[in-house]
């Protein structure tokens, strides 16, 4: 059976990272691209950033491509207090060994889209700014793309607003396109990232692993954790405090989706308000009553998650 074609439109981003990780340690994914977007760093860093993990990695045969620096409409909003100043603050990948590919990068991914017979998969897990722009400038590249599985907004919550999660928050006209293209869209939202965490015993298994990208990793992480958001779930008593692994729950959902809970519902976004700016309207009861367009993951085997990553990672 052929791999699944991946195009990455990512802003690394510590679980950008380990997302990318995870789909480059799956014999059932083939990176053909990945296309950098603005959200946690700006456009610079989060591609300096993607180019030292590829570099780290020895891996220099997927092109990486700067993307469109800010988002559709919206001036640009940053999160250095979670991802630090470089973006990927906690430890240094090292130097970069080669250099993006001098490429529009919205043309870059129609026609790594559009060159095959298999139809591309988008794992997007930034604010959907390229995406977006792809979808308005090249509508028959729709045809072409397999499905879009995004980290991205919630049913229910926020971590950038009470209502609304960061990628979303950051460029909402775009996840709005994204929203109402017609494309398959499989959506990992905070209701179930929150629940993909490290524990601080994964993270020890992670830097006990005797490769390269092992320990550094940890300590990536070991940053991360430091800085993300206090977590909703902590009034619950058993609650363990962890590392959010937000990211790779677009990438684990489309190989092992037996091991999520998910509800195809109908989805749209909020573009304004002074509360409601980038909310993800999930109508989770069917109020609407309107065509269902996004399969949202709710919950995940968490130890399940957590084994899965650790051993992902220690394939490289
Ligand atoms: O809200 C979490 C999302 O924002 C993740 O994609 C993280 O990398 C940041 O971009
Ligand atoms: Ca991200």
Redesign the pocket.
């Given at each position: 059976m052929s791999k699944r074609r991946i195009i990455f439109d990512c802003?690394p981003?510590?679980?950008?990272v380990v997302a990318i990780l995870l789909a480059l340690a799956s014999e059932e994914m083939e990176i053909v691209g990945i296309v950098t977007s603005a959200?946690?760093q700006t456009i610079e860093k989060t591609t300096t950033n993607t180019l030292k993990l590829l570099s780290y990695l020895n891996i220099t045969s997927i092109p990486v491509v700067k993307g469109l620096g800010k988002p559709l409409c919206q001036p640009l909003v940053c999160?250095p207090e979670?991802?630090g100043e470089t973006g990927l603050d906690g430890a240094d990948l090292g130097e970069i060994k080669f250099k993006p590919l001098e490429k529009n990068p919205i043309e870059f991914m129609y026609q790594t889209i559009m060159c095959s017979e298999e139809k591309t998969t988008l794992i997007v897990?930034?604010?959907m700014t390229n995406t977006a722009a792809l979808l308005i400038a090249h509508p028959d590249v729709k045809e072409k793309i397999d499905c879009i599985s995004f980290?991205?907004g919630a049913c229910f919550g926020g971590?950038?607003t009470p209502l609304s999660?960061?990628?979303i928050y950051v460029d909402p006209e775009a996840a709005k396109i994204v929203f109402k293209s017609g494309v398959d869209l499989f959506m990992s939202g905070?209701d179930v990232?929150m629940k993909a965490r490290l524990l601080k015993k994964d993270i020890n298994a992670i830097r006990a692993l005797n490769n390269g990208i092992g320990p550094i990793l940890a300590d990536l992480l070991d940053f991360f954790n430091l800085s993300t958001t206090v977590n909703f779930l902590n009034d619950d008593p058993n609650y363990e405090e962890g590392v959010?692994m937000?990211?790779p729950c677009a990438v684990a959902l489309l190989l092992h989706p037996e091991k999520f809970v998910t509800r195809k519902l109908y989805g749209d976004v909020e573009t304004s308000g002074e509360y409601s700016r980038g909310c993800t309207v999930i109508d989770y009861d069917g109020i609407y009553g309107r065509e269902k367009n996004v399969t949202v993951a709710f919950d995940l085997d968490r130890e399940w998650f957590a084994q899965y990553v650790i051993d992902s990672v220690g394939k490289l």
């Amino acid at each position: 059976m052929s791999k699944r074609r991946i195009i990455f439109d990512c802003d690394p981003g510590h679980d950008d990272v380990v997302a990318i990780l995870l789909a480059l340690a799956s014999e059932e994914m083939e990176i053909v691209g990945i296309v950098t977007s603005a959200g946690n760093q700006t456009i610079e860093k989060t591609t300096t950033n993607t180019l030292k993990l590829l570099s780290y990695l020895n891996i220099t045969s997927i092109p990486v491509v700067k993307g469109l620096g800010k988002p559709l409409c919206q001036p640009l909003v940053c999160s250095p207090e979670v991802h630090g100043e470089t973006g990927l603050d906690g430890a240094d990948l090292g130097e970069i060994k080669f250099k993006p590919l001098e490429k529009n990068p919205i043309e870059f991914m129609y026609q790594t889209i559009m060159c095959s017979e298999e139809k591309t998969t988008l794992i997007v897990t930034g604010p959907m700014t390229n995406t977006a722009a792809l979808l308005i400038a090249h509508p028959d590249v729709k045809e072409k793309i397999d499905c879009i599985s995004f980290m991205g907004g919630a049913c229910f919550g926020g971590n950038t607003t009470p209502l609304s999660e960061f990628n979303i928050y950051v460029d909402p006209e775009a996840a709005k396109i994204v929203f109402k293209s017609g494309v398959d869209l499989f959506m990992s939202g905070l209701d179930v990232t929150m629940k993909a965490r490290l524990l601080k015993k994964d993270i020890n298994a992670i830097r006990a692993l005797n490769n390269g990208i092992g320990p550094i990793l940890a300590d990536l992480l070991d940053f991360f954790n430091l800085s993300t958001t206090v977590n909703f779930l902590n009034d619950d008593p058993n609650y363990e405090e962890g590392v959010h692994m937000h990211d790779p729950c677009a990438v684990a959902l489309l190989l092992h989706p037996e091991k999520f809970v998910t509800r195809k519902l109908y989805g749209d976004v909020e573009t304004s308000g002074e509360y409601s700016r980038g909310c993800t309207v999930i109508d989770y009861d069917g109020i609407y009553g309107r065509e269902k367009n996004v399969t949202v993951a709710f919950d995940l085997d968490r130890e399940w998650f957590a084994q899965y990553v650790i051993d992902s990672v220690g394939k490289l």
